[in-house]
């Protein structure tokens, strides 16, 4: 006799409801399921934080985490998930420590990728520790900071090895801006980067093996960062792009991750690959809003009911295999990328999505267009924006994801 099977989506939030809602509203649409003769059944459930035992059941099998990047009691609860229960979680904890650019950068450079010259420089200011004048008295080199930048060249970027929201960062033109910017850099610790003239800034959202790319706009206000434009890149670019976000993740073993990248004609230069389990408010995503739950939906659901592990093993060597062997950069490009849709069954997931999922982009159109979308909008931008800018918002970004059901449809 055929049986049931239930699974459940633990979800480790911090402030946000919007997405958190969204996520729970298009799950219902998902259904049971009957896959080979079972009927699924999945459910979502919003964790708590409370002691825990290390030996402990884990409920969820799989989790979903926006929180443990700054709480570390749920950050610590996930290794021990992913060690103890094999819970499966979207971004390995283990890397979790390399979600510092630093890190990032230097697999892509190991990967022959094109990182811009990138130098680190020690702390300006001593580490508080009765053991740094010894240290540095007798082991600290002193260093020429001007002979650096003038190596890299002006104007460069200085910013902190482990950043994020542009904490720290400063474009340096000058001798006085450098000076500046390294007196004024304290106790963090910096990385002096070449320039890239760009005319693109790329923003590839990933979660699994679906990757969107958007028109990333650093300059503009929050709500107007993610400008809608559809083939902005040429060919080649976007192609590079959606490649190089897949193949760091499949790297690291992340699968809901930003990256960043700056395109110059068909070069493209990542920058910041390290920011996972990214924000996905509505008020940031507006337009992709809907595309990016649907794919946390379906990825988790892909994951849960075919029964994918988590592999814990980053097995790095298969890839410098591919950047020590004598192929070009396009032809490393797409070993790694070989490499990457293997490890996220890339074909596999799109044609089981297909064959399982066929109704759910139906169904998350319909709602997205319908009232109760509209009341979770209102809800958002009245949480995030003063009074008297609510009316003003709630238009822009009514008119973003009505662009967006009107594309779907005309698609
Ligand atoms: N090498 C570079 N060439 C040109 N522009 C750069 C370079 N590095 C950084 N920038 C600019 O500085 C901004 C912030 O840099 P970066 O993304 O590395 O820092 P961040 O702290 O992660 O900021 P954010 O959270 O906004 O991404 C980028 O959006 C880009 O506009
Ligand atoms: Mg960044």
Redesign the pocket.
């Known amino acids: 006799m055929a049986g049931t099977k239930d699974h459940l989506i633990g979800l480790l939030l911090g402030a946000e409801e919007d997405w958190p809602q969204a996520f729970e509203q298009i799950l219902r649409f998902v259904g049971p399921l009957k896959v080979d003769g079972t009927e699924h059944r999945i459910a979502s459930e919003r964790l708590t934080i409370e002691p825990f035992d290390l030996t402990d059941p884990v409920r969820t099998g799989l989790v979903i985490d926006r929180l443990a990047h700054w709480y570390f009691h749920p950050r610590e609860w996930l290794k021990k998930a992913a060690l103890v229960n094999g819970t499966y979680l979207l971004n390995s904890p283990f890397t979790f420590q390399s979600m510092e650019?630093h890190s990032a950068y230097c697999a892509m450079i190991r990967l022959g990728l094109k990182v811009?010259p990138t130098i680190l420089v020690p702390y300006k200011n001593p580490v508080d520790n009765h053991r740094w004048t010894f240290t540095s008295e007798k082991y600290n080199k002193p260093f020429d900071l001007d002979l650096l930048a003038a190596e890299l060249g002006y104007p460069l970027?200085m910013?902190?090895f482990d950043?994020?929201?542009?904490?720290g960062?400063s474009?340096v033109n000058d001798r006085s801006d450098l000076h500046t910017a390294y007196d004024d850099s304290g106790e963090m610790l910096m990385h002096l980067?070449?320039?890239?003239d760009?005319d693109h800034?790329a923003r590839a959202l990933s979660i699994g093996p679906e990757t969107m790319v958007m028109d990333f706009r650093?300059?503009e206000p929050m709500h107007q960062r993610y400008h809608v434009s559809h083939g902005f890149l040429s060919e080649s670019a976007g192609k590079q792009v959606v490649a190089v976000s897949r193949i760091v993740n499949a790297f690291f073993h992340w699968e809901f991750n930003s990256a960043?990248m700056?395109v110059k004609g068909d070069d493209v230069y990542p920058?910041?690959y390290a920011?996972a389990c990214p924000d996905v408010a509505v008020t940031s995503l507006h337009y992709y809003f809907p595309w990016a739950i649907s794919a946390l939906v379906k990825w988790s659901t892909y994951c849960l009911v075919t029964g994918r592990r988590p592999n814990l093993d980053l097995e790095m060597t298969t890839y410098f295999e591919i950047a020590d062997s004598d192929r070009t950069y396009d032809e490393k490009l797409d070993a790694y990328l070989a490499l990457a849709d293997e490890h996220f069954e890339t074909e596999r997931y799109h044609a089981w999505c297909a064959e399982h999922l066929g109704h759910l982009d139906e169904a998350v159109a319909q709602w997205v267009s319908g009232q109760d979308f509209d009341r979770l909008l209102v809800e958002t931008v009245q949480a995030t924006y003063p009074r008297h800018e609510q009316e003003q918002f709630l238009a822009h970004f009514r008119g973003l994801v009505g662009m967006w059901v009107h594309d779907r449809a005309a698609s």
């Not at 950043?163 to 904490?167: A, D, L, Q, S, V």
């Open positions: 650019k811009p970027y910013k902190p950043g994020g929201g542009w904490r960062v474009r980067q070449a320039t890239v760009y800034f650093p300059e960043e700056l920058i910041d920011n």
